[in-house]
Every structure is written in C-alpha cells, then in structure tokens.
Antibody, heavy 120, light 108 residues
Framework: QVQLVESGGGLVKPGGSLRLSCAAS????????MSWIRQAPGKGLEWVSY????????NYADSVKGRFTISRDNAKNSLYLQMNSLRAEDTAVYYC?????????????WGQGTLVTVSS | SSELTQDPAVSVALGQTVRITCQGD??????ASWYQQKPGQAPVLVIY???NRPSGIPDRFSGSSSGNTASLTITGAQAEDEADYYC???????????FGGGTKLTVL
C-alpha cells in the first residue's frame, strides 16, 4: 500500500534552517510529481512546492520562493524540502503528497505530516 | 487571500443533504477536487475530476461544477461527516495547485 512518511520537523529559531524528508513506498516513486503542502495551526491548506518526476522542473509558492528548495532522490524513494531563512509564519505542519495522476494537481495520498515551529 | 473561496462554516441536520461550494475563476477551466480533514489528521481526498470517488469513499459524496463554482454534495449526512472540507484546483495561470480556505461542516 502507498505510504508517505515525513520527518525532520522541529523547533528552529527565526532565520534558521531545517531539512524535511519524505520516505515513499508502495508505488513507483519515480513516475510521479511530488508536492509539499503545509497547514499553519488552526488555518487552511497551502501548497508550497512541487517537483517533476525527473527533477527537471520545480515550482514554488510566492511565500517561499528563494528560501525553500525542493529535491528528490528516486533511487532512495525520497522527497526533500530544504528550508532556509525561516520565519514565524512558516510555522506549520508540512505534508508530502502524491497526485492522483502522475503530474496532477490533486492529491490522493498524504503523509501524516511533520510539525515545524519557528520561534525564538 | 486564496484564489478559491469557500464559506467558512455550514451546518446540516443528521440525514439531510448539504452542499459545500467553492468559487474561483480557474474553475471555469479546471475541475475541483475535495478533501475531508478531521482534527489531528491528514486530509483525505473524497472527490476528484469530474465526479470521481477514490476507493472507500461512500457514494453519498458527489461533486459537480457550473461556471466558476464547484460543489461538494453530501446526500444523507452522517455524524462522521463532521469535518473541515477543502476544495483544490489550479491557480488562474494553471501553473500550480491552490486550495480554498476550507469549510467547517457541523452535523446537527
């Protein structure tokens, strides 16, 4: 069965960095675009970034552009999000998600999420 | 602000039918998908595409669209349907996903 397991969240000071990971299993990871989606406490869902199946194309929300970098390692079935220059408003649960179709914009599998807290 | 607009809260009596709506210009060109999220849990896809339900989603959930408005209809709402519901589609340029602000559904 499809599984997505995020890790790497934690408490970080403003201006700091953090790297999130998502381990995928149960499907051919290299066939799918993958996304990071976040949810601030008590707020709605916000798409953060996606990466194409071969890493040739990435896209970012304006709110994180220039600070966050998405990457993947298809040999390790893993997705990553490098977060730099973190701000208080980046505090959220971060989910990795797989699209319904290989490059779609809707998501049928989500991880359980990892909490990132940016605070001094 | 989100490019997709949802009512913040909707209520329905147990067993009755409720429609949750999502408005946005991009919905004239792209389908909306719908997610159910319960407290402390990850979102669950309930409707995608024209009106498709993933395996395991009850057939009381259905989707429709007209003009710039997409709708999620729950026919015969159950207590377990009480949750937050989010719509999702593409942004107006078609380049990336966007989510609505969410609707909190209360089943009375």
């Amino acid at each position: 069965q499809v599984q997505l397991v995020e890790s790497g969240g934690g408490l970080v000071k403003p201006g700091g960095s953090l790297r999130l990971s998502c381990a995928a299993s149960g499907f051919t990871f290299s066939d799918y675009y993958m996304s990071w989606i976040r949810q601030a406490p008590g707020k709605g869902l916000e798409w953060v970034s996606y990466i194409s199946s071969s890493s040739s194309y990435t896209n970012y929300a304006d709110s994180v552009k220039g600070r966050f970098t998405i990457s993947r390692d298809n040999a390790k079935n893993s997705l990553y999000l490098q977060m730099n220059s973190l701000r208080a408003e980046d505090t959220a649960v971060y989910y990795c998600a797989r699209p319904v179709s290989h490059s779609g914009y809707d998501f049928d599998y989500w991880g359980q999420g990892t909490l990132v807290t940016v605070s001094s | 602000s989100s490019e997709l607009t949802q009512d913040p809260a909707v209520s329905v009596a147990l067993g009755q039918t409720v429609r949750i709506t999502c408005q946005g210009d991009s919905l004239r060109s792209y389908y909306a998908s719908w997610y159910q999220q319960k407290p402390g849990q990850a979102p669950v896809l309930v409707i995608y595409g024209k009106n498709n339900r993933p395996s395991g989603i009850p057939d009381r959930f259905s989707g429709s669209s007209s003009g710039n408005t997409a709708s999620l209809t729950i026919t015969g709402a159950q207590a377990e349907d009480e949750a937050d519901y989010y719509c999702n589609s593409r942004d107006s340029s078609g380049n990336h996903p966007v989510f609505g602000g969410g609707t909190k559904l209360t089943v009375l």
